[in-house]
C-alpha cells in the first residue's frame, strides 16, 4: 500500500489496499480476495469498514479530510486520528479491557485497525430501544475514574505530564470544533443550527435572551479551553460505548484533549438525562417505559456514586504526581488534610460536571449535531414534548450548579419534568 499519499478507501479497494498488511492478515485471514467488506460508519466523522476474512473480522476506521456530516466544505485534518490511537494506547493503559485492542495505525492513510467488538452494541442504540443493561452503570463510573485521575496532574509527574500536553495540544481543530458547537452556537442563531421548529421556537428565543445562561455556557468554555487538568475522551457521550450485558467498552476518542476532569462525566450523564426524557417518544402500545425511566436516572447515580469512589480510592492510593503530594499530608501524619483537598477537589469536579451537563443536553437539541434518542422519534410534537424537558434541565443545571446539593434533587427534578404536560 502507498503510504505517502492519503486516499479514502472503499468496501471495493480495501481488499487490495491492506490486503498486504501482516497483521491483518494475521487476524482476519491471509486471502484477502475473500474478505468482505461492509462500510458501517453512522457517526459525524470518519468512515468505518467491518472486514471479514476466514479467521474473523476486524475494523477498520479511517478519517476523512473533511467532516462527513457537512462534506468537503467544511474540512477537517486526518491528524485526528493520530490522538485517537494515542488516546487509546493511555486509556488501555489507564483501565485494562474497556477500549478495543489496537492492531495496526497508520497515520498517512489515517488508519487505525482494531478489534472488532462483537455482539457489541452502541449503547445510545440499546437505550432507544429500552434495553437495560446491568454493568454500564459501574463500568463507565470506574472508566471515568481511572482515566481521568491516571491521566491527571495528580498522578503525573511534571515531565510526563507536559509532554503529553504538548502532544495533545495540537488537537486544535477538534477543541475548535466542542468550543464552538457545544459552548457558543447552541447560544445564537449560528448557521448550521436546527431544531424542532416551530414548536421549540418560544423556548429556543428564551433561552437565547437568557443572560444568566449565556455567562454560564461560557464560564464552562473558559473551563473547557484553560483548565488541562487531565486526558479527556472529550466525546464521551452514549454512541462513543459499545455493550453487551456483560461487556461495556468506551470507543473513538479522537476528540481528546487536555481538559476539565468533570468533562467527560458531565457529557456522559448528560446523555442519559436525554436518553431519559426521550423514552416517552418510543414508548408504542400498553407498552410503558417506567422501568426503563427508573433504570437510567438509577445509572446515572451509580456512574456517579462509583466514580466517587474510586476517584477516593486512587486518591488515597496512587496520589503520587504533581499536586497535593503526600509529604504534605499522610507522611506527616495528616490524613485528615488530604481528605480534606480531596472533597474540595470532588466538590468542584460535581459542580462543573452538572454545568457541562446542562451545556450538552442544549447543544444536541438547537445545534448542528443532534443525538439519535430525539431525532428517531418521528413525530414533531411529540419530539418536541422530550426536547422541551430536557432543554429545561439543562438550563436549570448550567445555571443553579452551585446550588443543586447532590444527584437524588436532579433526580427529582428529572421526575417532575417529565410528569409536566404544558408547553
Ligand atoms: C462536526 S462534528 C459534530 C459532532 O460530532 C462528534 O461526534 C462530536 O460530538 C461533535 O461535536
Ligand atoms: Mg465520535
Not at 471495493?12 to 486471502?31: V, Y
Not at 468537503?72 to 485492542?101: C, I, N, T
Request: glycine share 6%; with cysteine; charged share 25%.
Amino acid at each position: 500500500m502507498d503510504t505517502q499519499v492519503f486516499a479514502a478507501l472503499s468496501a471495493e479497494t480495501l481488499p487490495a489496499r491492506l490486503g498486504g498488511n501482516t497483521i491483518l492478515k494475521e487476524k482476519i485471514g491471509g486471502d484477502s480476495a475473500r474478505w468482505q467488506v461492509t462500510e458501517v460508519g453512522d457517526g459525524n466523522l470518519n468512515l468505518v469498514f467491518i472486514v471479514t476474512g476466514d479467521k474473523g473480522a476486524a475494523i477498520v476506521k479511517q478519517a476523512l479530510p473533511y467532516v462527513r456530516l457537512v462534506g468537503e466544505s467544511w474540512p477537517l485534518p486526518l491528524k485526528r486520528s493520530y490522538f485517537e490511537y494515542h488516546a487509546l494506547v493511555r486509556q488501555s493503559a489507564r483501565d485494562p479491557g474497556m477500549v478495543p485492542e489496537i492492531f495496526f495505525f497508520d497515520a498517512v492513510q489515517a488508519i487505525i485497525v482494531m478489534e472488532y467488538l462483537t455482539p457489541h452494541v452502541i449503547l445510545r442504540r440499546a437505550l432507544i430501544d429500552g434495553r437495560a443493561l446491568p454493568k454500564i452503570g459501574r463500568d463507565l463510573g470506574l472508566f471515568c475514574a481511572r482515566t481521568l485521575f491516571r491521566g491527571s496532574d495528580l498522578s503525573m509527574v511534571t515531565r510526563e505530564k507536559k509532554a503529553d500536553m504538548a502532544l495533545f495540544a495540537d488537537n486544535v481543530e477538534l477543541c475548535d470544533i466542542t468550543e464552538n458547537l457545544v459552548f457558543s452556537d447552541p447560544y445564537f442563531e449560528a448557521k448550521l443550527n436546527r431544531h424542532t421548529s416551530p414548536q421549540l421556537d418560544p423556548l429556543v428565543a428564551e433561552l437565547r435572551a437568557d443572560r444568566d445562561l449565556k455567562v454560564e455556557a461560557q464560564r464552562l468554555k473558559h473551563l473547557f479551553s484553560a483548565k488541562a487538568e487531565t486526558l479527556c475522551h472529550g466525546d464521551l457521550h452514549t454512541g462513543s460505548v459499545m455493550v453487551t450485558d456483560e461487556e461495556t467498552r468506551v470507543i473513538d476518542p479522537e476528540f481528546a484533549f487536555y481538559g476539565p476532569i468533570s468533562f467527560d462525566v458531565g457529557m456522559l450523564l448528560a446523555n442519559f438525562w436525554m436518553s431519559y426524557f426521550a423514552q416517552s417518544g418510543h414508548e408504542s402500545g400498553s407498552a410503558g417505559r417506567d422501568d426503563m425511566r427508573a433504570y437510567l436516572l438509577d445509572t446515572i447515580e451509580t456512574i456517579w456514586e462509583t466514580f466517587r469512589a474510586e476517584f477516593a480510592h486512587l486518591w488515597r492510593s496512587e496520589r503520587a504526581g504533581i499536586l497535593y503530594p503526600a509529604s504534605l499530608f499522610e507522611d506527616r501524619g495528616d490524613l485528615l488534610g488530604a481528605e480534606q483537598a480531596l472533597n474540595i477537589v470532588l466538590d468542584e469536579i460535581y459542580r462543573e460536571m452538572l454545568g457541562f451537563a446542562g451545556i450538552e443536553m442544549h447543544r444536541r437539541i438547537l445545534g448542528l449535531a443532534h443525538n439519535a434518542d430525539f431525532e428517531t422519534i418521528a413525530d414533531p410534537d411529540r419530539r418536541a414534548t422530550c426536547e422541551r424537558k430536557a432543554l429545561k434541565l439543562g438550563r436549570h443545571l448550567a445555571v443553579n450548579r452551585h446550588r443543586i446539593h447532590s444527584l437524588k434533587d436532579v433526580r427529582a427534578t428529572a421526575e417532575r419534568l417529565e410528569k409536566e404536560t404544558l408547553a
